[in-house]
């Protein structure tokens, strides 16, 4: 099972220097919560994937918290990387400023709410499921992943009705299939959790048009 995880953690650091690599070339902004967040992910994997070497203790629980910081600060930054692909799939309404401040307040709101569930309540309790020695946090409500996704969904159909392709929207499907299997297969969220970011990477290359993000 480390195997698996430690697979993840190379996936997405292909999508975080596939992500670099776009920011650098195209300058579009959209592609930096996907920097944010791939990175991120390379983080989690890891240490799910070398909980059991550390052990469980203080050691592992201190290095666990970084992972819900993550979760917490750069998830709902994905709704702005959502938006700016719908502005570049030629939305001419997603580009007014109405939209703009809804983007924004929403994505504020989340991460307040993300901070508030997974950083201060946050009360870590150790799992040691299919030979992966982890700390879950008891206390989060999953408020703002599952809002995310669903704004997420209708960002990509969006795009694939502009002609930027299903990838999006498809990798948002997965992410939802993989949350719902989730409890019974261990490796399944984290597996979703790939394709949806392998579909933002994808589509953040396909749609060329470098306008205002």
């Known amino acids: 099972m480390q195997v698996i995880f430690l697979a993840y953690a190379l996936g ?21 919560p996907l920097i944010l967040v791939t990175a991120g992910l390379v983080y989690d994997n890891v240490m799910i994937a070398l909980g059991s070497a550390v052990g469980a203790g203080e050691q592992l629980q201190n290095l666990s918290v970084p992972r819900y910081f993550m979760h917490a600060g750069s998830t709902p930054l994905l709704v702005l990387s959502a938006l700016g692909l719908v502005r570049r799939s030629g939305a001419g309404w997603s580009r007014g400023s109405v939209i703009s401040a809804i983007a924004a307040v929403v994505v504020v709101a989340l991460i307040a709410f993300g901070f508030w569930s997974d950083m201060l309540n946050l009360e870590l309790e150790l799992s040691t499921d299919d030979g992966l020695v982890t700390y879950s946090n008891v206390n989060s409500v999953p408020v703002a992943p599952i809002a995310v996704i669903v704004l997420i969904v209708a960002a990509g159909v969006v795009i694939w009705r502009h002609g930027g392709g299903p990838w999006l929207l498809l990798g948002a499907l997965a992410q939802v299939a993989a949350t719902v299997t989730g409890d019974m297969l261990a490796f399944a969220g984290n597996l979703g959790e790939l394709a949806l ?11 060329r048009q470098p306008a205002r993000p």
Do not use: E, Q
């Open 12 to 32: 997405h650091l292909g999508l975080f220097v596939a992500s670099v690599v776009r920011l650098l070339g195209s300058r579009t902004l959209s592609s930096i």
């Open 197 to 207: 970011l392998a579909g933002f990477v994808a589509t953040d290359w396909r749609i």
